[in-house]
Structures are given as C-alpha cells and as structure tokens.
C-alpha cells in the first residue's frame, strides 16, 4: 500500500521507541505514512494542521502580542478554540485569548490579500494599542496564491514601530513548512536578545509548554529552590521573557529537547532534561537541578522532600488500595520517563508498539509492531480483548466509538487534569482522586467491557 502513496503525503514520525520493560530492546519502526488515516474505511481524518499547531503551541502562550491569521475566518476559530486562556484583562495586558483574522474571501484569492493584511494590522493596532508586538500565521490559501505577506509585515512594523512577524504556516506545507516557522521563531530569539546581560549566579531559564497553566507550578518548585527564573517559554512567555532566553545559567528542560538544542546552538547554555510528573520524578529532578548548583540549592532540595515525604506516602498507600494492578494501555508510544506517574500508585502501564506487562509481571511484546492507524478496527477490538486494560489512551477521533462500545477511554478532562494535578508534590492528593476517577469510578463499575459481557454469556 505504501509504494502507491504519493511521496509528499509522507509525515515522518520517531521511528524509534524506547522499551518500557527493564532492559528490553527499543522497538524499531518503518516511517508512518500520514495518509493511511484517510485510505481506512469508516475512520474520520480530521486532525491538526501546522497552522493549528505553531498559533496554539509557539505563539498564542506570548500574552502581549496580537496574533492575526492570515486566511479564512474558519482557521482562526479552529486554532482560537485550543489557544491557552491566560490570567489578566484580556486586550489591555493579555491579547492571546482575542481571536483576529483577515476572513480571506474569494476576491482576495483572485485579487491578492497583501493590502488587506496590511490594513488589518493597522486596525487592530488601533484598537489594542497596549500590544508589544504582532504575529502574522498565515494558512492554506496564501501559501497557494503566493502573497509577500514579508514585505507587509516590514513595512507595518516600520509604520508601527512594534515587531511584526510574518509566520509561514500553511497546513499542507509539512516538511519544508515546519522548517520555515521553526526557523522564524529561532530569528525571533536572536533579533530580540538582551545584549550583554551577565546571568546572576542561580538564574534559569525554563523550557515547558504551556500545559493547562502547569508551568506556574513548575516555576515555584524552581523558586522554592532558591532559584530565579529569568525567562520562559513558551509556557507563560511574553516579549521580555522571549528577551531573556540567553541570560541564564542553566536551561531546565521540561519536555523540550528539540528546542533546548536550538537555544543551545543559539546563546552555547547548558541545559538539563526533568520531569516533574509525579512524586518520585519530582525528587529524581530537584536533585538533579540541585546537583548543578551550590550545596544551599543541595540542602534546599533535601529539605523540600524531607517535608513532602509523609503526606506523599500517605496517599500513595490509601491510593494503591483501589488502584494497585489497573493497567493503563496507549495505542501511542510511551517514553518510560512519562510513566512513572503511574508506576508510584502501583498501576501498570503498556503500549500496542512497546508491549505491555500482566498482572504476573510478564512481560508481552508484540511480534510485528502496528501503529494505531495502521490497523483495522477489528484488529483493534481483537488487541483490547487480549490485553483487557483498565484505561485506554491514544485512540484520537475514534475514542468515542470505543467508549460506546464499553471500554474505558482517557478523556480530555482527565488528560488536562494530570497535566496540573502531577506537578510535583501538592498535587499529589489531587492527583490521587483523579486516577481513581478514570481507573476505579463508582460509575465506571455500571459498564462492563466487552470481554467481562462474553465472558458473563
């Protein structure tokens, strides 16, 4: 099926994954060819685009700037809808919540739309004058009919005096587009780093998404450290942390590899990859940060998890009662470091590419590893009823088809709550109540699975 696939529909993914089992080999994977999920009878394609994802992920966390898609008005609802709300008045301190569009129309695909856009950014200037700054994502049909939304964007932000960013990011420009907009958000940390700023000794600089706002609780762990968080990105960001990116001593790396290495190549920092994902990830990683310090930062660590310590392993023991042996499956692959969340209330946790552990301990690993859309819904099905999990994630558009169908499903309340709730060890009571909310509901009981109504026939 692959060799008749046209060659440019191919989205590369990690064709890589580590093992979740202790000393199991990682598991070696063929390039997923994104357009199986449209040849798949009956399955919906709907997904995000890289307009979708550069607006909402990179650029919509800068609070004091306007964003301005470029393209129809539908784009700009569709990426409004998942754009982080964040804390302050909205269009007098924040503006990334405000949802602005050129509402490209017919007549600007045959006549062009440059003086349109040019007009829009003058207008909402007028209108948000508090705004430090523009970005201009642009979709699908300025990419087809080749509009220099660069010159616009030189030209406004002479007239302005405000940066104006032009953001190449048609959604069907994936290889060379996701290129093009990682490298203008690259061109934007050069162009707007403070010149020569001596770090002070303990200040950092943190790399995080913007997670339902869980960067705020990653950040007083930092300062609780005795640390100074200079800048962030681009979780919680705004124009002078973008600034402040180089000025630091350390990086610390919440998930962010990639961008870590850019920062590196750009401002030569050291960095340092953590998780603050449940209890034991949280003290694995303040010692690790502590490590990169003084022996104050040291004490200060110890200390913070010297007092956590009794009311952690308070609720990881009343938890485990109702919580020990569930088995938590992903048709996505895992990183090991995402699952000890999991591993601290006693739950197991597995994968359709990784394999998945019994209640035994033995470990199963598939033969001929499948992504999720490389298999056919029975094939699904007939995996379910093998593994028979407590939790399944990693279904996407289908999840609702299953859930109907009896298994339990990860929903998107669930996934955002572990978001704000795993972070470190506040939540830790929080977090308890949700795992026993998706593995052991009292409503949850109501519905058997598929495999427990054959099994009762």
Same mark, same amino acid.
């Given at each position: 099926m692959n060799a008749r696939l046209p060659t440019e529909k191919l989205h590369r993914q990690q064709d890589e994954y580590p093992s979740l089992a202790p000393g199991g080999p990682a598991v070696s994977m063929p390039p997923w060819n994104y357009a199986l999920n449209r040849l798949q009878v009956g399955r919906a394609a709907t997904g995000g685009c890289l307009y979708g994802g550069q607006?909402?992920?990179?650029?919509?966390?800068?609070?004091?700037?306007?964003?301005?898609?470029? $393209?129809?008005?539908? &784009?700009?609802?569709? =990426?409004? $809808?998942?754009?982080?709300?964040?804390?302050? *008045? #909205?269009?007098a301190e924040v503006f990334s919540g405000i949802n602005l569009s050129t509402d490209f129309q017919e007549k600007d695909v045959v006549f062009g739309g440059a003086n349109k856009l040019a007009r829009a950014v003058v207008e909402a200037d007028g209108l948000f004058p508090r705004n430090r700054g523009m970005t201009l994502p642009s979709t699908c049909p300025i990419a087809l009919i080749g509009d220099d939304i660069e010159s616009v964007a030189k030209h406004t932000s002479r007239e302005l005096r405000k940066p104006v960013i032009p953001v190449q990011c048609a959604g069907f420009r994936r290889g060379d587009g996701i290129g093009e907009t990682h490298n203008t958000i690259i061109g934007t940390w050069r162009e707007w780093a403070a010149q020569d700023v001596e770090p002070g000794p303990r200040d950092v600089v943190l790399l995080c998404r913007e997670m339902n706002g869980a960067w705020r609780n990653i950040e007083r762990l930092l300062v609780d450290l005795g640390l100074r968080v200079v800048a962030r990105w681009p979780g919680g960001s705004d124009r002078s942390q973008v600034a402040g990116l180089g000025s630091g001593r350390l990086v610390v790396s919440v998930d962010m590899e990639y961008w870590v290495r850019k920062l590196e190549q750009q401002f030569g920092l050291p960095s340092i990859e953590v998780s603050f994902l449940g209890p034991t990830a949280t003290r694995e990683s303040l010692r690790a940060i502590a490590a990169c310090f003084d022996n104050e930062v040291a004490c200060k660590a110890e200390?913070?998890?010297?007092?956590?310590? #009794?009311?952690?392993?308070?609720?990881?023991? =009343?938890?485990?009662?109702?919580?020990?042996?569930?088995?938590? /499956? #992903? /048709?996505?692959?895992?990183?090991?470091?995402?699952?000890?969340?999991? =591993?601290?209330?006693?739950?197991?946790?597995?994968? =359709?590419?990784? $394999?998945?552990?019994?209640?035994?301990?033995?470990?199963?690993?598939?033969?001929?590893?499948?992504?999720y859309q490389e298999m056919t819904p029975v094939e699904v099905d007939g995996l379910l009823r093998k593994v028979q999990p407590d939790l399944i994630d990693g279904l996407g558009q289908d999840a609702a088809g299953f859930r109907t169908a009896?298994?339990?499903?990860?929903?998107? &309340?669930?996934?955002?709550?572990?978001?704000?709730?795993? *972070?470190?060890?506040?939540?830790?009571?929080?977090?308890?109540?949700?795992?026993?909310?998706?593995?052991?509901?009292?409503?949850?009981?109501?519905?058997? &699975?598929?495999?427990?109504?054959?099994?009762?026939?």
């Open positions: 607006s909402t992920t990179f650029w919509a966390p800068v609070r004091d700037l306007l964003h301005i898609t470029n $393209g129809p008005i539908g &784009c700009g609802v569709y =990426a409004h $809808g998942n754009r982080p709300q964040v804390d302050g *008045i #909205s269009g200390r913070m998890i010297a007092d956590h310590s #009794s009311d952690v392993k308070a609720s990881l023991t =009343a938890s485990r009662r109702r919580l020990d042996g569930k088995l938590y /499956f #992903s /048709f996505a692959p895992l990183h090991p470091r995402d699952v000890r969340v999991y =591993a601290d209330f006693g739950i197991r946790v597995g994968s =359709a590419l990784q $394999g998945w552990p019994d209640r035994e301990g033995r470990w199963h690993i598939p033969e001929t590893p499948r992504r009896g298994y339990s499903i990860m929903d998107d &309340c669930g996934r955002d709550e572990l978001n704000r709730a795993a *972070i470190g060890f506040p939540g830790i009571d929080r977090l308890a109540r949700e795992l026993i909310r998706l593995f052991d509901s009292p409503t949850g009981r109501l519905v058997l &699975c598929p495999w427990i109504e054959q099994r009762g026939r």
